[in-house]
């Protein structure tokens, strides 16, 4: 089974940061990864499909980039709004969640 | 607007039944295949269970293989998940999901809001 490794699992950080979390496959998993937001008590929001395609009504700050084992979620300046659980997930064969990665205030 | 709306959950003993239910609207719901993720208290998201487009394929995850059905019901725009022999473990906020895909292979573009699942004596 592929397993999905984030990191950092806490970032602590500030307003207009620039936050880059990353996402690692036990094997290669091509472009098929999704990343997704969550607040607390929240369903989680599809951000980025295909590792880099932006979904419907996502701001621009977000991007993500990567293929293959490697994947990284970049919010180029973050905003209040963005405090939240990130979670990336794979679909190259079934679908596998990473454990998540906390955006806390700094 | 895409709308998916969880009912059915609850508290129940270990080795009792639940069926959840999702009601789907603002989409051609038989173009879509459609999942259960759920997510244990404090914990990360785990794919449960997920039926194509057609119905005519299921998956589940091992831990809730034999003791979970998923189904759905074109017609209604309604999916289910008849879950028995509860466990503790079992315990966690059910999602009803959405896949941009026709077949189990995919990601999830919408969400419910969840419902809770308690299993406890």
């Known amino acids: 089974d592929i397993q999905l490794t984030q990191s950092p699992s806490t970032l602590s950080a500030s307003v207009g940061d620039r936050v880059t979390i990353t996402c690692r496959a036990s094997?290669?998993?091509?472009?098929?990864l999704a990343w997704y937001q969550q607040k607390p008590a929240k369903a989680p929001r599809l951000l980025i499909y295909m590792a880099s395609t932006l979904h419907t009504g996502v701001p621009s700050r977000f991007s993500g980039s990567g293929s293959g084992t490697e994947f990284t979620l970049v919010i180029s300046s973050l905003q209040p709004d963005d405090f939240a659980t990130y979670f990336c997930q794979e679909y190259n064969t079934y679908s596998v969640f990473g454990q998540g990665t906390k955006v806390e205030i700094k | 607007e895409v709308q998916l709306l969880e009912s059915g959950g609850g508290w129940v003993q270990p080795g009792g039944s639940l069926r959840l239910s999702c009601t789907a609207s603002?989409?051609?719901?038989?173009?879509?295949?459609m999942s259960w993720v759920r997510q244990a208290p404090g914990e990360g998201l785990m794919w449960v269970s997920g039926i194509t487009a057609s119905g005519a394929s299921t998956y589940y995850a091992d831990s809730v293989k034999g003791r979970f059905t998923m189904s759905r019901d074109k017609s209604k725009n309604l999916m289910y998940l008849q879950m028995n022999s509860l466990r503790g473990n079992d315990t966690a906020v059910y999602f009803c999901?959405?896949?941009?895909?026709?077949?189990?292979?995919?990601?999830?573009?919408?969400w419910g809001q969840g419902i809770q699942v308690t299993v406890s004596p």
């Open positions: 999901a959405k896949q941009r895909s026709s077949g189990l292979r995919g990601f999830f573009d919408y």
């Open positions: 603002g989409f051609t719901f038989s173009n879509y295949a």
């Open positions: 094997q290669s998993i091509s472009g098929w």
